[in-house]
């Protein structure tokens, strides 16, 4: 048992080092677009935070969902943001796959540069859109008499520049349409939905996105529409750019390893077997490059193509 557990962690060890030497060749080639998506994280933070002092609170507008939907109030609030942070924290993991798992059908850095395109497009519509109207915050601390609706004039940009990450996340006013968490969960579902492989986990994801959508209206965080609008922009959104960017490079077919950079000794140490799986479309996994088993001082490849030369040449 002992040795059983010794060789699958060896194997594990292997795995890992491979997978991350293939994801360190192409971060090398776009670390660029991914430095640019998590910058751009920071940009929506401050616009976000921008707008919190143009912020004017007053009465709740008249909302569909909040007439179906019961309040869960102050002390639920919780529920929503648990929810968003499993889904977040799961499609993470999942991204992450391919260096444990044998069935690999994405490369991660690739798979983040798609992913932070899509928010990145999303975010810019959404900046665009709550800076052209202000609406009264629904939230709780946006409310009339709360003294956080309101932020004091800035001292400078400065104060302005600095998100005062969570607090000032959390407790924004003026960033409603549309919702950022459901541009983060149609984003993660819709990139599952494609590059995914279990369906019941597909299904599991919409459910969720869904459960999430109805759980913002009811803690009051977001109006309806912040929701509805964030539906079929993110929907369209992903559309487009995927029309636009190239897909992605898949794993479960062999050609998808030209797309690496390999060194001269890496091209010289492949097969003559590989080569011939390359061109009749099969995979290689880059970890299981290794020396073939000889036998009596023999290749195997040498014996199969001495067996095929003798078959030949006994044919009439």
């Keep these: 048992m002992t040795l059983y557990i010794g060789r699958e962690a060896s ?24 430095i640019a998506g998590f910058v751009f994280q920071y940009i929506h933070g401050v616009a976000a935070r921008g707008v919190h002092y143009l912020h004017r609170p007053g ?6 969902g909040f007439f179906l939907l019961p309040e869960l109030g102050q002390d639920k609030v919780y529920v929503s943001e648990t929810v968003f942070m499993f889904v977040f924290l799961s499609f993470f993991l999942w991204t992450f796959h391919p260096f444990v798992f044998k069935v690999k059908k994405f490369y991660t850095v690739q798979i983040w540069c798609r992913v932070l395109a899509y928010l990145v497009v999303s975010q810019t519509l959404r900046i665009f859109t709550f800076y052209s109207t202000q609406l009264p915050g629904p939230n709780y601390h946006c409310r009339p008499g709360s003294k956080l609706a309101r932020l004091p004039e800035p001292d400078g940009v400065l104060e302005v520049l600095v998100i005062n990450f969570p607090q000032g996340v959390i407790y924004g006013c003026g960033d409603l349409i549309f919702s950022s968490h459901m541009i983060f969960t149609l984003v ?82 492949w097969t003559k077997e590989e080569n011939h799986k390359l061109l009749n479309g099969n995979s290689v996994n880059p970890a299981d490059r290794r020396p073939r088993s000889q036998s009596n001082g023999k290749n195997l490849e040498d014996v199969n193509i001495n067996q095929v030369d003798t078959s030949m040449n006994s044919t009439p």
């Design 11 to 34: 194997k594990l060890w292997k795995r890992i080092c491979a997978e991350t030497s293939a994801e360190s060749n192409l971060f090398i080639d776009n670390w660029k677009y991914i």
């Design 59 to 64: 009465p709740t507008l008249q909302d569909l």
């Design 188 to 269: 993660f579902v819709l990139t599952y939905q494609k590059y995914g492989t279990r369906r019941c986990i597909k299904q599991f994801g919409w459910t969720i996105a869904i459960i999430q959508s109805l759980l913002i209206v009811a803690s009051r965080k977001h109006y309806t529409v912040d929701v509805v609008v964030a539906w079929y922009t993110v929907n369209l959104v992903v559309f487009f750019v995927d029309k636009k960017l190239p897909e992605l490079s898949d794993r479960t077919n062999g050609s998808s390893l030209l797309l690496l950079p390999l060194s001269t000794k890496d091209k010289d140490n």
